[in-house]
């Protein structure tokens, strides 16, 4: 069983187009994240949710909505798409928040926008 | 606020050398310092970790790494490079609370000649 999953694995689209990606975690995990990586394998985080709380946003465009729904689950949508946002976008979860704590990542999804 | 450097982004060596990647940290207060390995197309997972404990830390693969205050540096070594290590290696910092704290550096990208 795949402990943090993502869908898609890859997604290819039009500018000003919205798109969503999934992430589900069976690790039962508080504590939830979304990276980018971008082409030169920089990780930023993006967003942290602990138990279905928002803990963190890092200066990410409002364009980007993350929706944890439960938290096994946090889910980014992207409106108005931009040739900027093309990336590795990773789903991580990690225990509580502590900073002992191990992340744990999905495979990622690639995003390219034409 | 916690940074940390890898110095060569890209390091090349031989199958059945020693392998030496280096990353050196800044932090206000005690690290917490992580690596971790990224294969083509996968997430990020944990190689290991130093929390305070033993100063010298083996992880998974028969890596192992050394935090040395004096020099600010957590090095990653491995005696005997395999053909399966090939990989992008990512060091991070954390503070003592909040996973959401976890910088990563901008990796180093491995290489194994056969």
């Known amino acids: 069983d795949t402990a943090v999953s993502q869908t898609p694995k890859y997604l290819v689209t039009q500018m000003g187009n919205d798109k969503s990606i999934k992430c589900e975690q069976n690790?039962?995990?508080?504590?939830m994240y979304w990276y980018k990586q971008d082409s030169k394998k920089f990780l930023k985080i993006m967003f942290s949710?602990?138990?279905?709380?928002?803990?963190i946003n890092e200066t990410v465009p409002n364009r980007f909505s993350p929706k944890s729904p439960d938290k096994a689950h946090l889910n980014l949508h992207i409106n108005s798409l931009e040739l900027g946002d093309s990336a590795v976008y990773f789903c991580a979860s990690s225990q509580d928040r502590t900073g002992t704590g191990e992340l744990f990542f999905g495979e990622g999804s690639r995003l390219t926008v034409l | 606020a916690q940074s940390v450097t890898q110095l060569g982004s890209h390091v090349s060596v031989s199958e059945g050398a020693l392998v030496l990647l280096r990353c050196n940290y800044s932090s206000s207060v005690p690290p917490y310092l992580f690596w971790y390995v990224q294969y083509p197309n996968q997430g990020l997972q944990l190689l290991l970790k130093y929390t305070s404990a033993a100063t010298l830390v083996k992880g998974i693969n028969g890596f192992e790494a050394e935090f040395k205050k004096s020099e600010t540096s957590f090095h990653l070594t491995k005696p005997s490079a395999h053909m399966s290590d090939a990989a992008e290696y990512f060091c991070a910092v954390s503070v003592s609370f909040g996973n959401e704290k976890l910088t990563f550096g901008t990796g180093t990208r491995l290489t194994i000649i056969p």
């Open positions: 690790l039962g995990h508080d504590t």
């Open positions: 949710y602990n138990n279905k709380e928002l803990i």
